[in-house]
């Protein structure tokens, strides 16, 4: 496993990270989550991530059961804060109250004293930013929180961030998760280059776009029982892509896979890895042998002829704006 600095900070991540949105608390039990965890400890895999909405805040329990007895300085652990856990006004959102509070959450459920990586899950509107990086800034100073980054925040929203934190002396910025993989591309044409000048890099999501990139949803047929697309809380996710032409040109990805020697989620993942800005790619499992089928994307370079490959049989479908 290959390991990438997060920004310009000194945490180094594991290429690939396991995250458990979707899976831990909802489609899996906890016995099959914890043999997930210790096939990506197995692995290699050092950086986890989560947030405390996911699963309704069971995920975070259950991650943080199944790293029980595993050295805290050997994995880096994320989370984030936005979404409402609970039924009151103050219960959502980046307003100090919230932030703090779900932060200690966080760390209750997840069984440690600190959180090496604490996300913004979306930018919140309503909330003065320099409240919002101020109480992450605390966390920092009180040792709850090493780093500090955002998920999903645009180039302008990041752009103030990094100057409001610079003028205050807070604590910087030094990641942001978006979704991203072949099939969408949105943060190339701003994020990206936003990032790059700020010293922030990428931990992405969906790299294998829930599935959809592995080719075993064939168009013009239903998808295989018990996938993701079949129910639970990914289904309406992956819908927009289960068109017809989606599906037909990912099946043609599948020679370009096969004369790389890789899996067809192994280009996936591998395709993500090849943006200089991306410290980490996050899949998720459901089972330890697709952990270990996707590891294997690590440290793989992409000649630009694949590349060019790639781009040509997904022109049309890809989203960029």
């Known amino acids: 496993m290959k390991h990438r600095r997060l920004g310009r900070s000194g945490l180094a991540v594991s290429e690939i990270s396991y995250g458990n949105w979707i899976t831990h608390g909802d489609q899996i039990e906890a016995e099959a989550a914890t043999a ?31 790293l029980a007895g595993v050295r805290r300085e050997s994995y880096e652990l994320f989370t984030k804060v936005f979404w409402p856990t609970g039924p009151g006004e103050n219960d959502k959102g980046l307003g100090r109250k919230h932030i703090i509070e779900s932060a200690h959450a966080s760390l209750r459920r997840l069984r440690t004293d600190h959180l090496d990586l604490y996300q913004a899950h979306r930018y919140d509107p309503s909330v003065p930013l320099e409240e919002t990086l101020r109480a992450f800034d605390d966390l920092v100073r009180a040792g709850k929180v090493l780093y500090v980054g955002v998920s999903e925040w ?20 030094i990641s942001n998760q978006p979704q991203y993989s072949m099939l969408w591309r949105t943060i190339e044409a701003e994020v990206v280059p936003a990032c790059e000048q700020a010293g922030i890099s990428q931990i992405v999501w969906s790299p294998i776009a829930q599935g959809v990139l592995t080719g075993k949803y064939q168009p013009g047929q239903p998808p295989p029982q018990g996938s993701r697309a079949t129910g639970g809380a990914g289904a ?17 990805l599948r020679p370009i896979a096969a004369d790389a020697g ?36 690590s440290g793989v370079t992409l000649d630009p002829a694949v590349l060019k490959r790639i781009d040509d049989v997904l022109a049309g479908v890809v989203t960029t704006g």
């Open 154 to 173: 645009t180039a302008e929203q990041i752009t103030d961030a990094v100057r409001i934190a610079g003028d205050l002396g807070f604590d910087r910025i």
């Open 36 to 66: 997930c965890v210790r096939a990506a400890l197995d692995e290699g895999i050092t950086t986890f991530d989560t947030a405390d909405v996911y699963a309704g805040t069971r995920a975070e329990s259950v991650l943080g059961d199944a």
């Open 262 to 297: 890789l899996s067809m989620a192994q280009l996936a993942v591998a395709w993500v890895l090849q943006n200089p800005n991306v410290s980490s790619a996050i899949i998720g499992a459901s089972r330890p042998e697709q952990v270990r089928e996707n590891v294997a994307a």
């Open 236 to 252: 309406g996710f992956i819908s927009r892509l289960m068109r017809d032409e989606v599906l037909t040109a990912v099946q043609e």
